[in-house]
T-cell receptor, first 112, second 113 residues
Framework: NAGVMQNPRHLVRRRGQEARLRCSPM?????VYWYRQLPEEGLKFMVY????????ESGMPKERFSAEFPKEGPSILRIQQVVRGDSAAYFC??????????FGQGTRLTVV | QQQVKQSPQSLIVQKGGISIINCAYE??????FPWYQQFPGKGPALLIA?????SEKKEGRFTISFNKSAKQFSLHIMDSQPGDSATYFC????????????FGTGTRLQVTL
């Protein structure tokens, strides 16, 4: 029973490029959450999605960031025109809706 | 606005000792309080969680103490082992679920021999 799968594990982008982070939830889980972790800090909620719907995006920056969870395939967190301040670890978690949240191993984004 | 405050930032405990990490929250709507353990390069993993209808929950060497009136909860690790060396995060959420967690800033625990 595979856990939450995130890829890539490490991503290096130059300033101005686009970053695409993928998350496949655990089997049977239809709720996906994205969190961002800056160095030496706790995780900060970004967005909550169910299949084909954004439920809560209150933690998403207003510009350059978007997320989707299509009917088929993984959830995608997209960051356009990346800046150095976007460098962080991005974690995805999945639940069945009212149970324990399982986290992936994260994608470490470095903007150079 | 930090809704969950965690202390200490770092902690060194000798093997066999008790590790204690504290958290305080502000939002009285929170009703689910998990603790996560994170090793370097890994994602957080759920250790133990509590809901406010109980004051204590124990699982193996890990115990959560919860004080609703003080809006505080703490993690106790009994008989701490070097393998427990990791960063620990408290968190809180509403609606009794694990959705939209608000995390503390983390405590880096080092257990020495």
């Amino acid at each position: 029973n595979a856990g939450v799968m995130q890829n890539p594990r490490h991503l290096v982008r130059r300033r101005g490029q686009e970053a695409r982070l993928r998350c496949s939830p655990m089997k049977g889980h239809s709720h996906v959450y994205w969190y961002r972790q800056l160095p030496e800090e706790g995780l900060k909620f970004m967005v909550y999605l169910q299949k084909e719907n954004i439920i809560d995006e209150s933690g998403m920056p207003k510009e350059r960031f978007s997320a989707e969870f299509p009917k088929e395939g993984p959830s995608i967190l997209r960051i356009q025109q990346v800046v150095r301040g976007d460098s962080a670890a991005y974690f995805c978690a999945s639940t069945r809706g009212n149970t324990e949240a399982f986290f992936g191993q994260g994608t470490r984004l470095t903007v150079v | 606005q930090q809704q969950v405050k965690q202390s200490p930032q770092s902690l060194i405990v000798q093997k066999g000792g008790i590790s204690i990490i504290n958290c305080a929250y502000e939002n009285t709507a929170f009703d689910y309080f998990p603790w996560y353990q994170q090793f370097p390069g890994k994602g957080p993993a759920l250790l133990i969680a509590i809901r406010p209808d109980v004051s204590e929950k124990k699982e193996g060497r890990f115990t959560i103490s919860f004080n609703k009136s003080a809006k505080q909860f703490s993690l106790h690790i009994m008989d701490s082992q070097p393998g427990d060396s990791a960063t620990y995060f408290c968190a809180a959420s509403k609606d009794g679920t694990a959705s939209k967690l608000t995390f503390g800033t983390g405590t880096r625990l080092q257990v020495t021999l």
